[in-house]
Every structure is written in C-alpha cells, then in structure tokens.
C-alpha cells in the first residue's frame, strides 16, 4: 500500500517514482504502481532484498529514499 500510494503522490507531483518491489508481490498491486506511471524494479527475493537494492540504488544514484522499513 505504501508503494502505491508514493506512485500516486508522485503522479499528482508531476514526478515519477521508482518502486523495488518483490517480484512475487500480488498482481493487483503491482498493478496499481504502474498505473500511476512508476517505474517497478521487479525483484527477485523478498521485501528485505527489494529495501536493500533500493537503499543501494538511492545511495549510488543520489535518489530520496523513502522507505519504510
């Protein structure tokens, strides 16, 4: 729920964002991450794994981080 809710805050903010995800997360919200016109990282592992390539992709690219675990 909370990647979904960065895409639409985003969308609203004429920004995109750029969601790791689990790539076994529920269709339905994967879904509505990309209908709100983020960029989904698909990947493959659990939450752990998607917050840790998204604190390493923050850290290498200079991105905000807003994660929440």
């Excluded at 709100?36 to 992709?57: E, H, K, M």
């Amino acid at each position: 729920n909370a990647a979904a809710s960065l895409a639409a805050i985003s969308a609203n903010a004429d920004t995109r964002a750029i969601i790791f995800a689990p790539a076994t997360a529920p269709l339905a919200k994967l879904t509505q991450i990309l209908q709100y016109g983020a960029i989904l990282v698909p990947v493959d592992g659990n939450y752990d794994r998607a917050f840790d390539l998204a604190w390493q992709a923050s850290e290498k690219f200079g991105w905000y981080n807003r994660n929440t675990g």
